[in-house]
């Protein structure tokens, strides 16, 4: 079965700490992987997708197939990451399969 | 700044009333999708369509709520009868069909069932 899964579902750090959310998937195939972020009271966006190997807003992700994971990380957290974010998995249609979410917070 | 738009934004009704909410997608997108978030279940995906074609909507539950394109720039979701239980936030997002394209997500409709 295609699924998507993210462990927590509330990460709080310290601004300037490390923050890494786990995402873990399962699919049998090739996926193609998103992270989507949404913050306070704005609509849910596209932050990364694996198969652009970018670095958006200082946040990576790494797509490793030989543990399913496609983990976002971030060396230094700010304030303004506050955020839900959701892992998401594209298995070979048009649909994307969603991860429930992980809260992160950033305090001061 | 093209935008995916969603009517009404907030909805307050009482069971077993019947709710239509509405969605504008971006134009010349081809892929519409529903989804429901809810704090339990993250957001699940309750229709899809491609050029207007239903595709997948085994994430709805058929008795009560339906999904249709009339046209190209309007899809629409309708719950009757509502049931408190449906109480959530109700996304769509439209897209371009094949490969890793982005979903772009409306703003949402709260809808709440007394």
């Known amino acids: 079965a295609q699924r998507v899964t993210q462990p927590e579902k509330l990460l709080s750090v310290f601004k300037g700490a490390p923050v890494e959310l786990k995402c873990n998937y399962s699919y049998s195939g090739s996926p193609e992987l998103f992270w989507y972020v949404q913050y306070s009271r704005q609509r849910l966006q596209l932050l990364l997708r694996?198969?652009s190997r970018e670095s958006i807003k200082g946040f990576t992700a790494d797509l490793n197939k030989g543990e399913t994971s496609f983990h976002l990380k971030k060396p230094f957290a700010q304030e303004e990451d506050s955020a839900m974010y959701y892992c998401?998995?594209?298995?070979?249609?048009?649909?994307?399969?969603f991860g429930t979410g992980t809260r992160l917070q950033v305090f001061p | 700044d093209a935008r995916v738009t969603q009517t009404p934004r907030d909805k307050v009704t009482e069971m077993g009333q019947e709710v239509t909410m509405r969605c504008q997608p971006i134009l010349g997108h081809n892929t519409v999708f529903w989804y429901r978030q809810t704090m339990m279940q993250g957001l699940e995906l309750l229709a899809y369509f491609r050029n207007r074609a239903p595709l997948d909507d085994s994430g709805m539950p058929k008795d009560r709520f339906s999904a249709e394109m009339p046209d190209a720039t309007l899809a629409t979701l309708k719950i009757q009868p509502s049931e408190p239980r449906d109480s959530a936030v109700y996304f769509c997002a439209s897209g371009l069909s094949g490969g890793a394209n982005e979903q772009f997500f409306g703003p949402g409709t709260r809808l709440t069932v007394l």
């Open positions: 998401a998995l594209i298995p070979n249609t048009d649909k994307l399969i």
């Open positions: 694996h198969i």
